[in-house]
Structures are given as structure tokens and as C-alpha cells.
Nanobody, 127 residues
Framework: QVQLVESGGGLVQPGGSLRLSCAAS????????MAWFRQAPGKEREFVAA????????YYADSVKGRFTISRDNAKSAVYLQMNSLKPEDTAAYHC????????????????????WGQGTRVTVSS
């Protein structure tokens, strides 16, 4: 069992930065692939980024590639999302998720591949 709690969201101007954190409880955190998804108002939840248990592999949605960086610290049972050059279209609720999915497969993009989800933290990009 893994419980996930996100933090770090808020209001930021276009071009600004935010760092999201996801704190996990449970002894098996280090064995899970971790991912961030987001859901904008009125839209379906979409994949943002994922990182393998060892941090050897990462994968990003095209919309955030080059601007966002996912990382993890297994000793702290935490995963992070550094978001730079934020745009209004990045406005959404951001959720972290844990699953036993291989980062290099198409399944990493699918919500159904993840067993545990956090409640989300809201990011608003606006001037």
C-alpha cells in the first residue's frame, strides 16, 4: 500500500517556475515507477512525466519536454516535478501516481497502469 500527498502548487506568472513534491508512505515506494499527470478544468487527465524506480529512465509528454524535470529521492520516499517556463496552458491540478509499469513502454502513458494516486495540487499560471 502506498499513500501519496502532493504539495507545492500555487499561482505563478507566465515564464515562472514551481517545484511540486509528492511524499509517499509505504515501504515499497522505491520499487514503483512514479509519474505525474495533470487535469485542466473541463479536460481529461493527461500524462506529464514518469521516472523509473532507479531514476535511470524518464519520459515526458511533448508539451512539457525541455521545460519540466521529474526526479525522485528513494531515501526520502519523494518524487518531484520541477516546472520552468510555465505557460497558461500548464494550469491544472497535478497528481502523482505510483505503478509497476516499465517507463520505456507505451503503458507508462496510461492511467490504468498506476495503482496509487494522490489528491492533487493545483497550479495556476496567470498574469
Amino acid at each position: 500500500q502506498v499513500q501519496l500527498v502532493e504539495s507545492g502548487g500555487g499561482l505563478v506568472q507566465p515564464g515562472g517556475s514551481l517545484r511540486l513534491s509528492c511524499a509517499a508512505s509505504g515501504r515499497t515506494f522505491s520499487s514503483y515507477t512514479m509519474a505525474w499527470f495533470r487535469q485542466a478544468p473541463g479536460k481529461e487527465r493527461e500524462f506529464v512525466a514518469a521516472i523509473s524506480w532507479s531514476s535511470d529512465y524518464t519520459y515526458y509528454a511533448d508539451s512539457v519536454k525541455g521545460r519540466f524535470t521529474i526526479s525522485r529521492d528513494n531515501a526520502k520516499s519523494a518524487v518531484y516535478l520541477q516546472m520552468n517556463s510555465l505557460k497558461p496552458e500548464d494550469t491544472a491540478a497535478y497528481h502523482c501516481a505510483a505503478g509497476r509499469v516499465i517507463v520505456t513502454t507505451i503503458q507508462v502513458l496510461l492511467e490504468a497502469s498506476y495503482d496509487y494516486w494522490g489528491q492533487g495540487t493545483r497550479v495556476t499560471v496567470s498574469s
